[in-house]
């Protein structure tokens, strides 16, 4: 399958600079099965630039509105808001702190990320452990 992304936004379309094309690094492989259909995503971010602030707004307070067991993993906490930290405290959910990542900790750590997601499935009996588990205890 060949993906092609293609980002346009106001200002190349009026300066009638090319689209710019972003390919798959896979195209190779790809472009040698014949019969493979392309694909092709096309997207103006600047235009959804005025919903990226309601995506998050009481995004924290509907995170803790949920009855089910919750895990926020995070790089650190100078971001919590007070509904989070407040939430905390009361024991709303489990909280687990990778100072060694950066934003994406799914990507910078993906091997702790994953002892703690199996962790938590194994603790709260959403997946059974294997012969060889070692749990991960929570820690902040």
Known sequence: MKISL?????????TGEAQKTFKDPQDKINDSLS?????TWRVDLCKSEPHWK?????????????SASKLLVLAGVDRLDKDLTVGQMQGKFQMQILPQAGHAVHEDV??????I???FLV??????????????????
């Open 35 to 39: 019969n493979t259909p392309t694909y």
């Open 54 to 66: 309601s995506w998050f707004e009481g995004l924290s307070s509907k995170f803790l509105s949920v």
């Open 6 to 14: 293609h980002f346009r936004s106001e200002e190349l379309q009026k």
């Open 110 to 115: 993906p091997d702790k990320v994953s002892n």
């Open 117 to 119: 997601l199996s962790t």
């Open 123 to 140: 603790r709260n009996k959403f997946a059974r452990p294997l012969d060889n588990f070692n749990q991960t205890f929570p820690a902040c």
